[in-house]
C-alpha cells in the first residue's frame, strides 16, 4: 500500500497570511494531484504536477513537485477565507498492482478567518 | 446536464432498510468509482468500474453491492447498514485506467446516516 501523509492536518490562520502543506510518501508517483473540497461538495481537481521538480501556479497558489517525484508542497500567499476548505493530495502510483488508481492523503483542514 | 451527480443527496436509513444510491456521469469517461469518506480517514476506495466491469473491490463488506449498467451510470445498493457506515458516499469519474495524468471529476456526494 502506498500511502501519502499530509501535514498538518489542520491550519487556523488569519486572513492575509501565507501557508504550506506538504504531501510526502516513501513511494514513486508517476503524477501527483491536489483537489479541494469544500463543505457538502465533492473534492475538485486543482493542479496535476508530473515531471519532478515541476512547479505549477494558480493565481495565489503555488504546487511543487519533489525531485524524486515522492513529495509535493502546496503554498498559498496571502489567504483569503475563499481559500477555506479541505486540501487533499493524491498520487498515481508508478506501477505495481495500483496502476492506475488514485492514492489520496487525509487531507488538510485550512480554515482562513476574515 | 455536466459533470457527476449523485442521488440522493441526504440519506437517513435503518440497519434493516434496502435503499440504493445513484451516480450519473456524462463526460464520456470509461472508469467510475465509489469512495467513502469519514471523519478523519482518507478516503477509502470501494469498487472500480472500467467500461462497465468491475475491476476492483476493495474488501468491502457484501452489505454493499456496486452496479454498472453501463459507462454512464453507477450505482450503490444498500442492506442491512450497519450505523459505523455512516459516511459521505462519493462517486468518481475519469477517463479510463490508463497512463494518462488526468484527475478524477467527484460528484457532490451522498451523506448516509444509518440509525
Known amino acids: 500500500t502506498q500511502l501519502l501523509e499530509q501535514s498538518p492536518q489542520f491550519l487556523s490562520i488569519q486572513e492575509g497570511e501565507n501557508l504550506t502543506v506538504y504531501c510526502n510518501s516513501s513511494?514513486?508517483?508517476?503524477?501527483l494531484q491536489w483537489y479541494r473540497q469544500e463543505p457538502g461538495e465533492g473534492p475538485v481537481l486543482l493542479v496535476t504536477?508530473?515531471?519532478?521538480?515541476e512547479v505549477k501556479k494558480l493565481k495565489r497558489l503555488t504546487f511543487q513537485f519533489g525531485d524524486a517525484r515522492k513529495d509535493s508542497s502546496l503554498h498559498i500567499t496571502a489567504a483569503q477565507p475563499g481559500d477555506t476548505g479541505l486540501y487533499l493530495c493524491?498520487?498515481?502510483?508508478?506501477?505495481?498492482?495500483?496502476?492506475?488508481?488514485?492514492?489520496f492523503g487525509q487531507g488538510t483542514i485550512l480554515t482562513v478567518h476574515p | 446536464e455536466t459533470g457527476v451527480t449523485q442521488t440522493p443527496r441526504h440519506l437517513v436509513m435503518g440497519m434493516t432498510n434496502k435503499k440504493s444510491l445513484k451516480c450519473e456521469q456524462h463526460?464520456?469517461?470509461?472508469?467510475m468509482y465509489w469512495y467513502k469518506q469519514s471523519a478523519k480517514k482518507p478516503l477509502e476506495l470501494m469498487f472500480v468500474?472500467?467500461?462497465?466491469?468491475?475491476?476492483e473491490n476493495n474488501s468491502v463488506p457484501s452489505r454493499f453491492s456496486p452496479e454498472c449498467p453501463n459507462s454512464s451510470h453507477l450505482f450503490l445498493h444498500l442492506h442491512t447498514l450497519q450505523p459505523e457506515d455512516s459516511a459521505l458516499y462519493l462517486c468518481?469519474?475519469?477517463?479510463?485506467?490508463?497512463?494518462?495524468?488526468?484527475?478524477?471529476?467527484f460528484g457532490s456526494g451522498t451523506r448516509l446516516t444509518v440509525v
Open positions: 493524491a498520487g498515481r502510483p508508478a506501477g505495481g498492482t495500483s496502476y492506475g488508481k488514485l492514492t
Open positions: 504536477v508530473v515531471t519532478g521538480g
Open positions: 468500474y472500467n467500461f462497465k466491469e468491475q475491476t
Open positions: 463526460l464520456g469517461h470509461n472508469a
Open positions: 468518481a469519474s475519469s477517463q479510463d485506467l490508463g497512463t494518462g495524468n488526468y484527475g478524477y471529476t
Open positions: 513511494s514513486v508517483f508517476s503524477s
